[in-house]
C-alpha cells in the first residue's frame, strides 16, 4: 500500500457502478467482488472516456498487468487507472 509498482492477475469480476455517484468501473483482479482477497483497479467516470472500448466488457476474463499507485479502499488494495496505456494485456 502506498507504493507505486505493477500488478498482474485474470480479471474474474467487473461492473459499471452507473447507480453509485461516482459511476466507476471495476475490474477486479483474482478474486471476485465481495471477497477481502481481490484487488481493484478503478476507472472513474472522468477517464472512461479515454477507453476505446468498455473497460469492463474488454478486460473482462483476460490476464492483465496494471501500473501505478496501491491504496486502500475499506480494507481492499485498489488503484485508480486514468489511460489504457497503464494496462498491459498477457494474453
Given at each position: ?80 487507472v486514468e489511460d489504457p496505456s497503464q ?5
Amino acid at each position: 500500500m502506498g507504493d507505486i509498482t505493477t500488478v498482474c492477475g485474470p480479471v474474474v469480476d467487473t461492473q459499471w457502478a452507473t447507480e453509485s455517484q461516482d459511476k466507476p468501473t471495476i475490474l477486479n483482479i483474482g478474486k471476485e467482488y465481495p471477497d477481502p482477497n481481490r484487488f481493484t483497479v478503478v476507472i472513474s467516470i472522468h477517464n472512461r472516456g479515454n477507453f476505446p472500448q468498455a473497460p469492463e466488457r474488454y478486460y473482462l476474463g483476460k490476464t492483465i498487468c496494471v501500473t501505478g499507485l496501491i491504496y486502500p479502499y475499506k480494507g481492499v488494495p485498489q488503484m485508480s487507472v486514468e489511460d489504457p496505456s497503464q494496462i498491459e494485456e498477457l494474453d
